[in-house]
């Protein structure tokens, strides 16, 4: 009976640890790290504040996990896009996709390095730690994609295909005039992904 009830409270801890770490993902992307309060994702949680320090010994610590969630579901997104279509296809199709007029109007469930670009190199060792594994590993999957993988010319590609998809990102969310966010992604995507 005891083992059964301290089941169901791990269980609901779990839970909403669970909800706190989603709040928190979507929250670092939509209004940055200096952006994200305990208490206002507690409340979307639908906690009380007072229960964050059963989940989190710090707000960092929270900021670390959540930025591992926005930059696994990001990885999740662009390997699922990878292995959607045929091999000599996937690094275009991860492009359109990243480039898209739907991931542009994204924020909070899009990419956590267009979101958090400039903002992650004032943040802790453990974000940034985070940040550069993902950073890595879209790399990787960008190189896996090139007809040349494994040679340095293609790790080289990838790591400019990857700066251009973000920074193009970037710089599309950040201007207030849509023809220029749109000319953004076209461009790169005329030079990254030719049709």
Known sequence: ?????????????????ERIVAAAARAIR????DG???????????????AFYAHFPSREAML??????????????AADVAASVPPGQALAAMLHAYLSPEHLAQIEQGCPLAALGSETARQTPDVRRVTTRHIKE????????????GRADAHERSLVTVSA???????????????????????TLKY???A
Do not use: F
């Not at 879209?138 to 993988?149: E, F, H, K, N, Y």
């Open 64 to 77: 670390a996990e959540a930025a591992s969630r926005a930059c696994a579901e990001s990885a999740a997104v």
């Open 1 to 17: 009976m005891r083992s059964e009830r301290h089941n169901e409270r791990a269980a609901a801890k779990e839970a909403s640890h």
């Open 138 to 149: 879209m790399v990787d999957l960008a190189a896996r994609q090139l007809p040349g993988w």
């Open 192 to 194: 990254l992904a030719p």
């Open 165 to 187: 998809m973000v920074g193009t990102l970037l710089l599309a969310r950040a201007v207030d005039d849509p023809a220029l966010a749109k000319g953004l992604c076209e461009a």
């Open 30 to 33: 939509r209004s940055g790290y």
């Open 36 to 50: 994200t309060g305990v208490a206002d994702i507690m409340k979307e949680a639908g906690l009380t504040h007072g």
